[in-house]
């Protein structure tokens, strides 16, 4: 019987460090990791970080998808139809500052077509979303607030179209976001959520961009101020068993790295926490720029 015992915690270890191993994968919005519950002590980074890539830590809001987002899932603001009345029109907001939602996505893109913005449709509310607001909202004589309330909404939709899809998530490339006051200095992949884009910025210049996705409510993107712990031109998930090639790896198991998912469906998915590429070429050209030890932040 201890001999029994010996066996199957053994074999249980194994498992657990098999299992505790570096790697995301796509999946659509809003489904749940995958992955170990707790992690391996004394492994290297390569074979068993400390949380696989869905852990969080620090993440102020769900990502996207896309993600983040991308994420599929609403904020309460969102269950109410775009031609509801609210309890008190013009006052109560129905969408406003840090909410995430698809009638968001509508929003954003009504503003696209209004030129307040230039940025495609993210679904999160955030800074330049509400600039864009408080822009219209002072042209149409209503309450500059930058949130949406019913008043607003109505202008909005009365002065628009309704989106087309292809509107609502462009295959263009995304225009990049100001840069966090963290990238201004040294060798920095510099990663916003709002604008899902990267920056590869040397000394506070841009030196190439490229169009981001995020990992899903469930299994977020950590945000944060980060370094490149170490780097895989070919990678397979031992998580997830899918591809991750030019792989950069900044916080335990999330890397940056080139999504034939990302390539094919665009914000349609999300990964399991890391950032997901979809333009090979240009991933390719920065990998080989990037050092182990290079900057990596990730921001709102």
């Not at 202008?155 to 989106?163: A, D, M, N, S």
């Not at 090639?245 to 914000?267: C, I, K, N, T």
Request: aromatic share 6%; net charge positive; with cysteine.
């Amino acid at each position: 019987m201890h001999r029994q015992r010996v066996m199957i915690r053994t074999l249980g270890l194994a498992a657990a460090v098999a299992l505790a191993a570096t790697g995301c994968g796509p999946q659509k919005s809003g489904a749940g990791p995958a992955s170990p519950s707790s992690p391996v002590a004394g492994s290297s980074p390569e074979a068993s970080p400390s949380t696989p890539d869905d852990g969080k830590a620090g993440a102020s809001s769900p990502a996207a998808s896309p993600s983040q987002s991308p994420s599929s899932s609403a904020s309460p603001s969102a269950s109410a139809p775009s031609s509801a009345p609210s309890s008190s029109p013009g006052v109560q907001p129905i969408m406003a500052n840090g909410d995430e939602s698809e009638q968001i996505r509508d929003l954003q893109a009504r503003l696209r077509q209004l030129k307040l913005v230039s940025t495609a449709p993210t679904g999160f509310y955030g800074s330049k979303t509400t600039a864009a607001v408080k822009t219209f909202q002072s042209r149409h004589g209503l309450a500059a607030t930058g949130s949406v309330d019913e008043a607003t909404w109505q202008k909005v939709q009365g002065l628009t179209k309704k989106p087309t899809e292809d509107e609502l998530r462009p295959p263009t490339t995304n225009e990049v976001d100001a840069p966090d006051p963290r990238c201004m200095q040294g060798r920095v992949m510099c990663i916003s959520k709002e604008s899902r884009t990267l920056a590869w910025m040397i000394d506070g210049k841009v030196v190439s961009t490229m169009d981001v996705r995020f990992g899903s409510e469930n299994t977020p993107t950590r945000e944060g101020e980060f370094q490149v712990g170490w780097k895989a031109k070919e990678w397979t998930s031992t998580i997830y068993h899918t591809s991750m090639p030019y792989s950069m790896f900044f916080s335990e198991g999330q890397a940056v790295h080139y999504s034939s998912d990302f390539a094919a469906r665009g914000y349609a998915g999300a990964s399991h926490g890391c950032v997901n590429v979809r333009d090979k070429a240009k991933l390719s050209a920065l990998f080989d720029q990037v050092k182990v030890g290079d900057k990596v932040v990730v921001y709102w």
